[in-house]
């Protein structure tokens, strides 16, 4: 009998200006079996997404300084990798559904991270 090779590990872009928050995110999503890529920002992010094209979901938070906010950012990924899924996350509030790229999720801070992962998990499978 021949053993299939496992599935690779879904690849995660985490963006989060914030440092800590982004790096307890990132090591908690490869605990539970995602790959990770981190960015600090929308423009690092951008540029790493142009040269990595086994990035399934972007999950970035909103609020961030710089010429383009999370919301942009996620607008500019959907219209240049329109499969790519997304997900945002701000502790300031939600984001009518209206205002996100066509399938995209929300998720408040702080994190539930079980529920975080199942989430993601979600996300992905569809």
Not at 21 to 36: D, H, P, Q, Y
Not at 53 to 79: C, Q, W, Y
């Amino acid at each position: 009998m021949v053993e299939k090779a496992p599935e690779p590990a879904p690849v995660v872009m985490i963006v989060d200006d914030e440092p800590m928050i982004r790096t307890v995110v990132a090591e908690f999503l490869s605990e539970n079996g995602l790959k990770m890529v981190e960015a600090e920002n929308a423009e690092r992010a951008l540029a790493l997404l142009d040269r990595c094209s086994d990035v399934k979901l972007l999950f970035t938070d909103i609020n961030m300084p710089g010429d383009m906010d999370g919301l942009a950012l996620a607008k500019e990924v959907h219209r240049r990798w329109p499969e790519m899924l997304v997900m945002l996350t701000s502790g300031r509030g939600g984001v009518p559904k209206s205002a996100m790229p066509a399938g995209g999720e929300f998720v408040a801070k702080p994190y539930d991270f079980e529920n975080l992962v199942e989430r993601i998990r979600k996300i992905l499978r569809h």
